[in-house]
Structures are given as structure tokens and as C-alpha cells.
């Protein structure tokens, strides 16, 4: 009787001690399970990004880049906090294979999840291009590679090869023409070429059967067109509603077969814009920007004509000026003659307004 209570009692006490341990068991898995599911969680979706007080930030990834490259990129701007967690759901989502280049916008508050996502997938944010005020080639090159990853040596060489650009129907002189300034949304890892084929759609955009229709009209083909606007731009630069009034002038010259004697086409001669008053021996300059010396249009654009120069030209004002000439005020503005003489006398006050100013140059 005695030893049957013995064994009841050992199986009871063995029975606790295997629950004991299976219990134990079971808390140590489920806390093993709760640190490997909350590494798991942090690694995903814990925010993983220091913008250093800032809302956002943009990186820039080149062309040909490679992990490492993407990795220095994000750690030299310190915007990783945990490394490790980074490479290592880089690597198990494989993006180390899936780089693409191009501007990513990385935002307060993203996990590894949302940064690889974004990358891997190339959501980019494209670059808002806008280009004016622009005169000469070099001018757009630096306007256009400062702000895209496109190299300034391959686009010059595109622009300044009459081969290349002959599918386009343009030369290196005239190219200039198919720039229409406006705000363009390009990616930024754009090469030239992809740059240059671009331009050329948005140029046959702008060039519609309307536009087409109105230059022949004036005459002219829309590089004609261009030429004309870019003299008109930069024979007026603050009053639009002069330009067509200017544009309507030097049609009248140009079907007259009359010299345009235009000052910027001199000053673009130069290469100073810095002149404000042109002189007679400029006029003497053996260059084909010389309006004074050689008839009808420059063979290029001397600036890139806003689309208002553009349509100035195309609506130019029907009247019966040949001559004109700066307002003595200096407004900006100018005085329009049907005759020589009273150009001339125009001529002589604006003449005197910069001596009187001691404008020599």
C-alpha cells in the first residue's frame, strides 16, 4: 500500500515538473518569438531615417551606380540610422541587383520598407527644367547640366555637330532655335541625347498647323521666325505689347530687301552684353551677326525667344515703320519713323539723353 502511494506521488510530481518545463518552453518560444518578430517589425516599418530636422531631402543616384555607391550616398549624408537593418533587407529584397539612378525624395518619418520600395521600384521625382534669359550656347549647356545629370561635353557636341542635328533639320548656328524657354518635367538622370529628342517633341508641339500656317503667312519658316523673335527680344525686354509693333518694322525692312541694322545683332557680334551704347566702328565688325553689313537674318537666334517674341512676330502689327529708335527718356520704350529724317532727329535726342548721362560704352 505504501509503495502504491510512493508512485502515485513520484508521477505527480513529474507530471508538474515536465509542465513546469513545458511551460517554460513555451515562454522562452514565445519571447524568442516576440524579439525576432519585434526585429522583424523594426526592420520593416520602424521609421529608420535622420533628416536632421527636415521634412525632406533629396539624394541623387548616377548612372552605373552600385550598391556601395547608393550606401555612401545615404551614410555621407547621415540619413541611416541603423545600417545593418538597411543592407540587410536590401539584400533580401534584392535591390543590390535593382539599382536605378535618377533624384528620390527620402521623407521624415520612412522605414527601411518605404526607402528600398521607392528606390527599387525608381519612383523618382522629376526635376522641374525652366530655361530663359538665356543668350548664348554655353549659357543653356550650364543652365541644363547644372540641373539634370546629362554631361555638358556630350551636349555641347551634339549642338555644335551640323551632322547630328541635321535630322532635326538644324544647324550649329541656328539650333538655338528649337529651345522654346518654358518649365518642362524631366528625370534627372536624362542623358543628352534623351535631352536633345526631347526638345525636338516639344518643339514639333509647339510648332502646330496653326503657328506653321501663321509664319507662312509672314513669309518666313519657323526657324525664320525665330531669328526675327530673338531680335525682337532683345530689342525690347520689359513692354510686350511693343514687341509685335517691332516685329511688324523689320518685316517691312526684310521685304524691302533693306539692311535690318539691329544693335543687339552687334552686340551678339561682340560677345559683350555689357555694351549700352553701340558705336560706328562696331558697325565695321565682319561677322554675320553684323545687321549692318549683311542683309537679311543672322543665321542663328541671338537669344532664345520667349514664346510672346515668338507669337509677336507671328501677329506682327501690319504698319508702314521703318526706323526706330530708344525713347530720349530711357523707359524702355521706343520711337517708331516712317522717314529718315525724322528717325534722325529721334536718333539725336536718345543720342543726347546718354551723353547726358555719360553713357559712353
Known sequence: MHSENSDEKEDIRKRKFTKKVFMAVAALTVILFLLVFSRFYKTLYRCNIDLKGKDAVFIYIPTHSDFSKVCSILYDGQYIKDKESFEWLAGKKNYIAKIKPGKYQIRKGMSNKQLIDMLR?????????????IRTKDELITKICTQLEADSTELRNILNNDHSLSKFGLNSRNCLAIFIPNTYEFYWNTSADEFIDRIYKE?????????????????????Q????????QAEQTQFNKEKPVIAGLYINRLRKR???????TIIYA???FNIHRVLNRDKEINSPYN????????PGPINLPEISSIDAVLNYDKNDYIYM?????????????????QHTIYARKYQQALDAKNIKR
Open 121 to 133: 521600384a525608381g519612383r523618382q521625382t522629376p526635376v522641374k527644367l525652366t530655361y530663359n534669359n
Open 203 to 223: 518643339y514639333k508641339k509647339f510648332w502646330n498647323a496653326d503657328r506653321l500656317q501663321q509664319a507662312e503667312n509672314c513669309g518666313l519658316d519657323k526657324i
Open 225 to 232: 521666325v525665330s531669328i526675327l523673335a530673338s531680335i525682337v
Open 258 to 264: 533693306m539692311l535690318l541694322q539691329s544693335d543687339p
Open 270 to 272: 561682340i560677345g559683350n
Open 291 to 298: 545687321t549692318y553689313k549683311f542683309e537679311g537674318l543672322p
Open 325 to 341: 529708335c530708344a525713347k530720349e527718356d530711357l523707359s524702355g520704350f521706343h520711337n517708331f519713323s516712317r522717314t529718315l529724317e
